[in-house]
């Protein structure tokens, strides 16, 4: 008997735990566009489990895995208020998405020369992603030695901080199996 009231205790704790996962993750079709980032919506299709009548939050139309999201909040970016440089002892920290529709959000990441930046890189969604950063050439080519998160797995955030030297250009990718050729990758511009 006391493993039957277990068993039905951690169903109970799973449902509760899943519900506040989605109400948390659902707060994220709300939030604005953060500084530094780039304040276009961008549009990734229907929502992961279909809109069922719902049009908002975060699986129907305009939630973090459906419609359009403008992405997390960022530190301010250049030329916004409240801007500072990250430098490598105080990097500036970029919150990335990347979707179960192959996209990340956002898709342009404004930065200062010689700024140096943390990724906060979230995989939402069922599907494993990685994150490559540094010279857009490297990055397309998927050239050994350049920096990455491999194998970020559903709801999975981890960070790469990167220092961006050189007039550029730079990109952000992933290169798993098709991704990169679905069009998952972003654009550093550098001011």
Known sequence: MNGAMSGRGLGLLGTALTVAGIALLGIGSVIPAGPGVSSESVAIGPGMMGALGNTTGMMG???IMGGSWSGAASAPGPGEAGFVAGTQANPRVVQIVATPQLRFVPAVVTIQAGETITFEVTT???VIHEFMVG????VAADKAGT???ADLGMMQTRSLT??????GPFAYAC???GHYE???NGTIVVQ
């Open 61 to 63: 139309g305009s939630g």
């Open 124 to 126: 939402m969604g069922p």
């Open 135 to 138: 010279p857009a050439a490297d």
């Open 147 to 149: 920096p990455e998160i």
């Open 162 to 167: 990167y220092t961006f030297t050189g007039p």
């Open 175 to 177: 290169h798993v199996p």
């Open 182 to 184: 679905a069009g998952m």
